[in-house]
């Protein structure tokens, strides 16, 4: 059997970002079976409905072509006033719009990685109830925040053994969730 492609989208566009870092481990971390490409969200322009109806910007065709070519979309997400970054949620909304919005029936998992204590548990509720309503179908269970992310990375790299066990046991949920998802079509 083929692979099941994963296109792993980071919220945050920093350079050294913890969820970049941490997204990125997840290929090293995943089960036989699995690969991953990555999506670019830091060239789409602000969504403005006028843009997309006179013809969709090729950042926003590129991502929604991504999306739609994957088996699973993963999203490491950080928490901005408990809540998405505006880039995360400007890339959600692109993909979102008819016609053929790319998150219907879309698996999907989630992780998010902060610097407080709490590791993002706000951000992914919402996100959650955001793709939720698009029918995208986002893996319930194992939930992984990873807080204090200063004390986990060095060097660029996810170092802490137990964050690393958490999403290998989160990307095997989730080969399981996309298997499950193919089977119910
Ligand atoms: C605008 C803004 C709002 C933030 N709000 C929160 C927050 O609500 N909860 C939290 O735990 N961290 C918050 N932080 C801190 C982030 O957790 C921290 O910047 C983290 O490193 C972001 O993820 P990244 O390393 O992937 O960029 C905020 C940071 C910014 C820039």
Known sequence: MA???ILGISGSLRKASFNTVALKTCAELMPAGMTM???RIDDLP???QDVFDAGIPESARRLRAEIAAADGVLIASPEYNFSLSAALKNAIDWASRPPNQSWQDKPVAIFSVS???MGGARVQYDLRR???QLWAHVLPRPEVFIGAAPSKFADGKLTDETTRKFLS???????AWIERMQVKK
Do not use: H, R, S
């Open 3 to 5: 692979d099941l492609k």
């Open 169 to 175: 046991e989160l990307l095997v949920g989730f080969k």
């Open 130 to 132: 955001i793709l939720g």
């Open 37 to 39: 490409t990555y999506a």
């Open 115 to 117: 610097q407080g204590p």
């Open 46 to 48: 602000l969504f403005n």
